[in-house]
RNA sequence: GCCUAGGUGGUGGAACUGGUAGACACGCAGGACUUAAAAUCCUGUGACCCUCAAAGGUCGUGCGGGUUCGAUUCCCGCUCUAGGUACCA
């Protein structure tokens, strides 16, 4: 009988579901692991060969762990709320609902042709009420919670209204707006509920406030920081401008410090580590007030550099800064209104593409130098962002070289603060050297000065150390429909949660899903839609990142009606240890659900710092496209004839996109080719050695470069089996590459000899009962122990390599022996589940039984000792030529080898070639 | 500019803590089986030199140095590629 995959595929992935094999039970008596894939998003262009290669490398881990005796939760879901669903909605009219339930199916029948180990009964969907209603109870305890840096945890709301009633907010060291204002007991007993409200709304971790956002008119909504790239949207790259809205955020920058130091106790990638450190972009430094003579303002700005204040010789505003106004003397006040209005025209992609260009105005007012006393000017400069520090800054055009050039472009004081400086032609910002022109820090070290500034303006009151983050809150609320409905309702224009028993707050239907015409979001379309018949909804939705911010928690607990995950089955499954997807989510996804983790955490719900304790992320999948050279003739216009790759420069030629599932190998299929396109129906070739090959390049796959490879397409013709090894073999799993079926045939070579060690020359099923030869259990060990080490470092690429070697040692020896084949099946179940579930099941054991039970395969009752160990080198450390990594005996072989130096031939079965001595010791032997 | 990762045959890639560089696979060449093709199997395959052959030699992991008995691996400088990030004070 030959190997029949398509057969064999179909009927055990129809046993699998049918008997539910790779259901999961919380089981104490069992170690857990958890493997997660980041869930995709059911686009409608369905799964292409890309998207499967992390999937497949985390089934192999999950079935590996299995048969390593643990309990593997590895399910499967979908982050089914999203823009595209909803686009396509406002084109069609057709409910998002809809498509996004098609493309489910479809993408799960695409996942299950390619027989993964998910436990389909934990399947979450985001968009689905069961589910959201949990992503909105969390951010119900978002909105009742502080964040209490004392404690440096989230606390109760209650508890924050408790202290105020007792002694006021002065004590309190809260993560909160920056407009606070001091009040004791009696002045909050005293104020009416609203007042009341509208204060602990500055202490919420979800709270409204009137902020800056990034507004994108096209998809007519507001994006978060890591939704806009470029200054264009993240999704269309639609232009993005600045502009003050009520929006709903979060406090994640309560959080900062927390989500900067957990980084150090994950398995990340470096690189991915590093993205998120400079998105928090955690900066030590000083506050310092400037203060405004004849006022009781002063100006606010941060600073590295503390030092250089002695050559702070003027003061630089954001242009978005709000005392500019009040500050401006009315000589200045036309300058600075046409400068602050060009500078708000400017798109932020304008102002990043033009930064050579010194531009600014002066607004005629004088602040004070905190120490010197001496008057200095305040002007404003779109190089000073608001949104970072206090928008504010000092201007040191000695020690920054921003600062220089606009000092030298308006002709302001340049004051040298160090002997070590040379600032002839630009900033120096050395910290080397002995400061001058500074005061009381003059002869002093960086560190000394550093110190002595500090104490000093604390003492007078005009600024402190302090730590300042890049990361802003994140913007909570969308313009959208196809989102989850924020749980609140409003009452005297302030927002009220409404009540847990009404949850889930189900998505009103509408009868478009455009904003209204009065320019409220979707939701305003929708009839009655009222709390309690009175009170109005809020009319935005929660970002695409809410729902996935803790979906791995509902997975443990997927059903449950009473919480987002039982208290048992978070205690059991407590965590993520392996987290496989693509490194887009650095700053986005991978921040946010750190944050829900550590808030869910300070909730008592759990207790793990971390959520994902060992990440990879796959590389991305490229497409390679193929090129036809289609004859141009004299006026340039295309004809009907192609002529090969090889041969086209003898030719005036244009390519041509051609479907790369009709080239294989780089030779065109012509006859396919003929029908690929009408108008190609008639064309004619100029072959080289009676083919016609291709030209190629590497892309991003896309539908339109004809170079995308569907998965169902290689699975029918080679198979699910050979698909998934074929997507290990082809390289390091984290690293990007091609796609290319050039090696395919390999590997689908490989499962075919394979198959083959079990059948005869003729077909027939042919297994003995024999005892295995030795060599014959050298070759099975080599794999088993090769193949756990692999697994453990992610090495998938290796593995695969090893197994080849394997089965053509096996197949040289004609080894058709059960007590050889039977544990090699087991070792490449997590590879090739599908040929390796059919032979099992043939050599008489139950169906499924190799995927669900423990195999003492790897326990080292099956490593045989000794005899196999041949050293190869000798230098401290070892290392086995012959036989991969198995343990030997070093000093033993060492002193043998060295009392009979003369007479050693042979080490085991190995003759020995050469003895390498180098200084006395033995380097290396030659076997 | 800054941060991070990387540069190995015709190709994808091995080489895990410094120890025979190029495993495995693709491709290519030759052969067996076949009327023929496909499939399958066998042999060869880094470059160069030498040899009828066996054998042997030299060079070789982006470039230039260094440490070492020995470097793809460690150190210094440069260069190129990919990803991230940027008036962040």
Not at 160 to 171: A, M, Q, V, Y
Not at 311 to 332: D, K, M, N, R, Y
Not at 891 to 919: R, S
Request: aromatic content about 12%; hydrophobic content about 35%.
């Amino acid at each position: 009988m030959v190997y029949n995959h398509q057969d064999i595929e179909k009927k055990w992935q129809r046993f699998w579901a049918e008997n539910d094999i790779y259901r999961t039970e919380a089981d104490p008596s069992k170690p857990k692991y958890y493997v997660l894939d980041m869930f995709p998003y059911p686009s409608g262009a369905g799964l292409h060969v890309g998207h499967p290669l992390g999937y497949i490398a985390s089934d192999i881990v999950s079935r590996y762990k299995r048969l390593k005796g643990f309990n593997v939760l590895h399910p499967m879901g979908y982050d089914s709320f999203g823009l595209p669903a909803e686009q396509y909605a406002i084109q069609t009219g057709q409910h998002p609902a809809v498509t996004t339930e098609e493309n489910i199916n479809r993408y799960k029948e695409q996942l299950d042709r390619i027989g993964f180990s998910y436990d389909w009964n934990r399947e979450v969907r985001t968009s689905s009420p069961q589910y959201y209603k949990w992503t909105q109870w969390i951010f119900m305890q978002l909105f009742n919670s502080w964040y209490n840096h004392d404690e440096d945890k989230a606390e109760s709301i209650d508890k924050l209204i408790e202290i105020f009633s007792r002694e006021g907010n002065k004590k309190i060291n809260a993560a909160c707006d920056d407009d606070i204002e001091l009040f004791d007991a009696f002045f909050w007993n005293k104020l009416r509920e609203e007042q009341k409200q509208e204060i602990l709304l500055k202490y919420r971790l979800a709270y409204l406030k009137e902020s800056t956002v990034n507004w994108c008119a096209q998809l007519g909504t507001v994006l978060a920081n890591d939704e806009v790239v470029n200054g264009v949207s993240e999704r269309g790259g639609y232009p993005v401008e600045q502009k003050k809205m009520m929006q709903w955020s979060l406090r994640i920058t309560a959080y900062a410090e927390r989500l900067l130091q957990g980084l150090n106790e994950v398995d990340w990638p470096e690189p991915l580590i590093e993205m998120q450190r400079n998105w928090i972009g955690r900066s030590e430094g000083a506050k310092v007030r400037f203060p405004i003579p004849d006022t009781d303002k002063k100006i606010e700005v941060f600073t590295t550099r503390v030092d250089t204040i002695y050559g702070a010789s003027f003061l630089v505003l954001a242009p978005e800064h709000e005392w500019i106004s009040q500050l401006t003397t009315i000589s200045q006040k036309e300058e600075i209104e046409a400068y602050v209005a060009a500078a708000g025209k400017k798109s932020e992609l304008d102002r990043m593409a033009d930064t050579k260009t010194v531009s600014g105005a002066f607004t005629g007012a004088y602040a004070e130098h905190p120490l010197t006393g001496k008057r200095v000017p305040i002007w404003i400069s779109d190089y000073v962002l608001a949104s970072y520090g206090t928008g504010a800054v000092m201007a040191v055009p000695s020690g920054d070289q921003r600062d220089y050039l606009f000092a030298k472009h308006f002709d302001l004081p340049i004051v040298a603060i160090s002997d070590a400086q040379d600032i002839s032609e630009q900033a120096d910002d050395t910290k080397k050297g002995k400061y001058i022109n500074s005061d009381i820090i003059n002869g002093m070290s960086y560190q000394k000065a550093v110190a002595t500034l500090v104490s000093t303006l604390e003492e007078k009151g005009l600024g402190e150390a302090t730590i300042n983050y890049r990361m802003r809150d994140a913007i909570f609320g969308r313009q959208r429909y196809w989102g989850e409905p924020v749980p609140v309702y409003f009452k005297n224009n302030l927002p009220y949660l409404i009540d847990e028993k009404d949850l889930p707050l189900l998505l009103p239907e509408v009868d478009k899903y455009l904003p209204t015409e009065s320019g409220e979001p979707p939701l305003g379309r929708a009839e009655n839609w009222k709390y309690k018949g009175e009170f109005e909804y809020e009319k935005s939705t929660m970002p695409g990142w809410a729902g996935s911010s803790w979906y791995w928690f509902r997975y443990m607990d997927p059903k449950n009606t009473e919480s987002f995950a039982s208290e048992e089955a978070i205690k059991y499954w407590k965590d993520v240890d392996l987290y496989i997807g693509g490194s887009e989510h650095a700053t986005g996804h991978l921040l946010y659900s750190r944050f829900w983790n550590k808030f869910l955490k300070d909730l008592g719900f759990h207790n793990e710092e971390e959520p994902f304790k060992k990440l990879i992320n796959q590389g991305m999948i490229q497409g390679v496209s193929s090129f036809v050279y289609r004859i141009v003739d004299e006026e340039g216009v295309g004809t009907n004839k192609f002529v090969s790759f090889g041969l086209k420069d003898q030719y005036r030629t244009t390519p041509i996109h051609v479907d790369v599932n009709i080239v294989h190998h780089d030779k065109l299929d012509l006859e396919k080719f003929k029908n690929f396109r009408p108008e190609f129906k008639e064309a004619e070739f100029i072959l080289e050695g009676g083919e016609y090959i291709c030209g190629h390049e590497v892309e991003k796959m896309s539908k339109s470069k004809y170079n995308v490879v569907n998965p169902d397409d290689i699975i029918e013709q080679y198979g699910a089996d050979t698909l998934r090894v074929y997507e290990m073999f082809l390289g390091p799993l984290e690293q990007a590459k091609p796609w290319n079926t050039n090696g395919i045939d390999g590997v689908n070579r490989f499962l075919r000899r394979v198959w083959a060690l079990f059948h005869d020359q003729d077909g027939k099923w042919a297994v003995s009962d024999a005892e295995p030869t030795k060599q014959e259990m050298k070759s099975l060990h080599k794999i088993i122990h090769k193949v756990e080490e692999d697994i453990e470092r992610f090495s998938f690429n290796t593995s695969v390599s090893a197994f080849m070697i394997c089965v053509n040692e096996l197949t040289e020896q004609k080894c058709n022996k059960r007590a050889i084949l039977e544990p090699l099946l087991v070792v490449l179940q997590p590879y090739a589940p599908h040929i390796t579930e059919e032979l099992w099941a043939k050599l008489g054991h139950e169906p499924g039984t190799i995927s669900q039970a423990v195999y003492p395969v790897f326990e080292s009752k099956y490593l045989v000792e000794d005899e196999f160990n041949y050293p190869v080198s000798i230098n401290g450390k070892l290392r086995t030529n012959i036989l991969m990594g198995l343990d030997w005996d070093q000093q033993k072989v060492e002193e043998t080898v060295l009392a009979n130096k003369d007479i050693v031939k042979h080490i085991g079965d190995k003759k020995v070639k050469k003895i390498i001595f180098v200084k006395g010791r033995i380097v290396n032997l030659v076997v």
